[in-house]
RNA sequence: GGCGCGGUGGCAGAGUGGUUAUGCAGCGGACUGCAACUCCGUGUACGCCGGUUCGAUUCCGACCCGCGCCUCCA
C-alpha cells in the first residue's frame, strides 16, 4: 500500500507523501511549439499520462498541468524562415499536437498553460528577483539571474555551482555578469514579437515560464514535477534557482525524469535530425501498438525504437487483444474493487507502487491472460468473464486494450484487401469445406495469407486478423 | 575533464543473495481435415577480474564497453 516514486532529487526512490493527503499536484513541461511532436515527446506523454491513471486509479486526486511553451527563439526562427506569422505557426502546431495525444490515448491534462498568457505572471516574477536581488538588468535590456546569488544552484543535476564556473571561457562579452547566469527577459530586437515590460519591449527567457505558470496553476510548492530527459539541466535546475528565490520556499517535492528514445543507439532529437514525428509512425501503426511499445520498458531507461521493436510490440499487444475477442463487452470496475477479486491485481498494483513498473505489470497481464485462455477452453465462463474484466481494468489504467477486440485485429497490415473482399473470400472458403474440398479451401486461405490476412477456424465459424 | 545511467538467454525487457519473470522467435507435444488460435513441455542468461559469503547475476572494489547531461533539444 505505498507508493514509490525515483525521485531525481534524491537519486532514489522515495515513499510519495502528498502536500495534501490524497490529492497530487503534477506540473509536466510540455512542448515548445515549433515542429510536429516526435516519438521522445510521445514517450513522456505517454508515460506522464500512465502516472496520472494509476495515481487516480489509487484514489488520488490529481491537478495535472502541461504547458505549452509558444514563445522561444525557435519559434521565432521557424516563423521567419516560414515565412510565416508567429501565432499562426504556433497554432497550427498546437492544434497537431493535440491531435498526436489524442491518438495516444493520452488524456488531455486539467491545466493547459501558455507562456504568452501568462506574461503578467512572468514578467511579475522577473521583477520579484530583481527586487530581491536575484537578477539584474543588462545594459541591452535583457535580465539575468544571477546564479552566483543562489547557493543551492546545482543539486538537482549534480554539478557544483563553482565547477561550472571553472569550465568557463572568458567569452561572455559584456552583456552577463557570468558565464552561468541565464536571461529571465530578453530585449527584442526590431519587429520581433515583443510584450511591454518594465524593462522595455521583449519576450521571456526559456525557463522561466514553467516557474510563473507552475505557481500560477499550482501554487509555489507543489508535490510533482515531470519532464523529459534533457531537462533536469539546465532548464529544470534554473527553474528551482527561480521558484525559490522567488517565493522562498521548496519548489517541489519529487522529480520524474522519463527516459531517451534512440535510434541506432543516438538520442532521437531534433538537433541530430533523426527524429520520427508521431504521425508519421501512426501511418504505419495502430497507436495503442506505439503506446506498448513505450510502455513496455521503465519509463527511466533508454528505449530503442526500430522496425523490429514496434513489430514485436505489435505481436505481444495481439496477444492480449485475442484473449478478449469474442467476449461481450464488460463493465470495467475500479482499481480497489478489482483488487478484491485477484491475485492478479494485486501483483499488478504492487508493479506499478514500485515507480510505476510498466513492464512488470504487464507480465502479470500476460499471465493473467493464461488463465483466461484456459478457463474459456474449458468452458467456464463466469471465470472467463471475470477475468476479462479484470483485464479490460487493469488494460485501461495503463491506456490500454480500450479497443474492440474485432476492430484492433483486423485493422493495420496491408489495406491491399478491403473487409469485404475478405468476406467473400471467407464464404467461399466456407462452401468449399463444407464440400471437403480442402484444396480449394487451403489456396484461398494461402492467398489471403499472402495479402497479409491470418485465419483462424473455430466452432463458431473462421475468425480473421490482419497479420 | 565533471556529473550520472547502463551492460541479463536469438531479440525485447523485468527482477532477485540460494527457488519459473514476461513477450516475440525456436524446438517437442495436445488440439485441428491441414493450419491458425490456444494449452502443455522445452533454453545450462546474467560484460570481465578479484573480494565478502556456506552460496552472487544480485553486495563491495578495480577494469572493459556503451549511453546521457554539461550548448538548443522531451
Not at 518594465?198 to 509555489?220: V, Y
Not at 468476406?423 to 479451401?441: G, H, N
Request: contains cysteine.
Amino acid at each position: 500500500m505505498a507508493l514509490k516514486i525515483y525521485n531525481t532529487l534524491a537519486r532514489s526512490k522515495q515513499l510519495l507523501q502528498p502536500i495534501e493527503p490524497n490529492k497530487i499536484r503534477l506540473y509536466v513541461c510540455g512542448m515548445t511549439v515549433y515542429d510536429y511532436c516526435h516519438l521522445g515527446h510521445a514517450r513522456v506523454l505517454v508515460a506522464f499520462d500512465v502516472v496520472t491513471r494509476y495515481l487516480r486509479a489509487r484514489g488520488y486526486e490529481v491537478d495535472y498541468v502541461r504547458n505549452i511553451t509558444d514563445v522561444d527563439d525557435k519559434i521565432i526562427d521557424r516563423a521567419r524562415s516560414n515565412g510565416e506569422a508567429f501565432f499562426a505557426l504556433t497554432a497550427r502546431f498546437i492544434a497537431a499536437m493535440h491531435e498526436d495525444e489524442a491518438r495516444l490515448g493520452v488524456l488531455p491534462p486539467d491545466q493547459e498553460p501558455r507562456a504568452t498568457a501568462h506574461m503578467d505572471d512572468i514578467i511579475a516574477m522577473v521583477q520579484t528577483l530583481v527586487d530581491k536581488g536575484y537578477a539584474y538588468v543588462a545594459a541591452n535590456g535583457d535580465v539575468y539571474y544571477s546564479v552566483e546569488k543562489f547557493s543551492r544552484y546545482g543539486a538537482l543535476s549534480g554539478k557544483k555551482p563553482d565547477e561550472l564556473l571553472a569550465g568557463a571561457r572568458i567569452e561572455t562579452g559584456d552583456i552577463k555578469r557570468d558565464h552561468r547566469d541565464f536571461a529571465l527577459w530578453k530585449a527584442a530586437r526590431e519587429d520581433e514579437v515583443h510584450w511591454r515590460s518594465p524593462w522595455g519591449p521583449g519576450r521571456p527567457g526559456w525557463h522561466i515560464e514553467c516557474s510563473a505558470m507552475s505557481k500560477s496553476c499550482l501554487g509555489a510548492h507543489f508535490d510533482i514535477h515531470g519532464g523529459g530527459p534533457d531537462l533536469p539541466f539546465p532548464h529544470h535546475e534554473n527553474e528551482i534557482a527561480q521558484s525559490e528565490a522567488a517565493n522562498g520556499c521548496q519548489f517541489v517535492n519529487y522529480w520524474m525524469h522519463a527516459g531517451a528514445v534512440r535510434v541506432d543507439g543516438e538520442k532521437m532529437s531534433k538537433s541530430l535530425g533523426n527524429f520520427f514525428t508521431i504521425r508519421e509512425i501512426l501511418t504505419e501503426y495502430h497507436p495503442e501498438v506505439v503506446r506498448y511499445l513505450l510502455i513496455s520498458s521503465h519509463y527511466r531507461s533508454a528505449i530503442n525504437y526500430s522496425l523490429e521493436t514496434l513489430q514485436t510490440a505489435r505481436g505481444a499487444l495481439q496477444r492480449l487483444y485475442t484473449a478478449l475477442r469474442g467476449i461481450d463487452a464488460v463493465e470495467i470496475p475500479g482499481l480497489a474493487a478489482l483488487e478484491e477479486e485477484n491475485g492478479f491485481t494485486r501483483r499488478f498494483v504492487a508493479a506499478m507502487d514500485d515507480d510505476f513498473n510498466t513492464p512488470l505489470a504487464l507480465s502479470v497481464l500476460f499471465e493473467l491472460v493464461r488463465e483466461l485462455n484456459l478457463a474459456r477452453s474449458e468452458g467456464e465462463e463466469l471465470k472467463t468473464r471475470d477475468l476479462a474484466r479484470t483485464l479490460k481494468g487493469l488494460g485501461a489504467v495503463l491506456g490500454l486494450l480500450q479497443q474492440d477486440p474485432e476492430d484492433f485485429l483486423k485493422a493495420g497490415g496491408s489495406d491491399a484487401l478491403g473487409d469485404a473482399d475478405i468476406e467473400v473470400l471467407l464464404a467461399q472458403r466456407e462452401q468449399a469445406k463444407r464440400d471437403k474440398d480442402y484444396q480449394r479451401a487451403d489456396e484461398i486461405r494461402n492467398q489471403l495469407k499472402d495479402q497479409g490476412v491470418l485465419l483462424e477456424d473455430s466452432r463458431e465459424g473462421t475468425l480473421w486478423k490482419r497479420s
